[in-house]
């Protein structure tokens, strides 16, 4: 019974997004909208975003990661609706991070330190992004896609087959 519900318990642990070390210095007040509209004022900050990863780039001073805002749910998991989106962000990744383990449409949640604003071009205009120093990044799982086949084109035309079987009723199998 307690090798169970350890088991369990370490299985939820696994799901744990903000470390423990890091759980009384996040800033949980500080919205997206706040940051998107005046990030060097909340320099320093430590953050918890998701959403959903358009670009991921290596540079010199570590990977950058472009990444959709999408609203947190409980878990900390980000949403799927995309129309839920305030705008963008930049996540810089200090360490080694391979740009093709986060390809574009994967779900990440990051526990980052705001360390200010960067302005990119974003299509024919520019665009301001909040900057965040990654401190821990988790990836979700893509979800699953259920595959349901459309009903056959022979389904109404099946009791003309003469290989149905001993029910069949056009044929001499009775």
């Known amino acids: 019974m307690w090798l169970i519900l350890s088991i369990l318990l370490s299985a939820c ?5 903000v470390p423990a070390s890091l759980e009384s210095q996040l800033d949980r007040t500080l919205t997206f909208s706040q940051l998107k509209e005046s990030p060097n004022s909340y ?33 900390l998991e980000p949403g799927t609706d995309r129309t ?30 705001v360390i200010g604003e960067m302005t990119l071009p974003l299509d024919e ?14 990836v979700w799982p893509q979800p699953l896609v259920r595959f349901y086949p459309p009903p056959s084109m022979t389904y109404p035309y099946w009791s003309l087959s003469p290989y149905r079987g001993p029910w069949h009723r056009y044929g001499q199998w009775w």
């Open 13 to 17: 642990a696994s799901y744990n997004v």
């Open 43 to 75: 320099k320093g900050r430590l953050v918890v975003l998701g959403g959903e990863t358009l670009a991921a780039k290596r540079l010199k001073q570590g990977t950058r990661i472009e990444v959709l805002q999408l609203p947190l749910e409980r878990s």
């Open 84 to 113: 839920a989106s305030q705008g963008r962000f930049l996540v810089l990744q200090r360490e080694f991070l391979d740009p093709a383990t986060i390809p574009p449409g994967t779900r990440i949640t990051v526990v980052g330190e």
């Open 125 to 138: 205009t520019e665009y301001l992004y909040p900057l965040l120093e990654v401190k821990t990044i988790k």
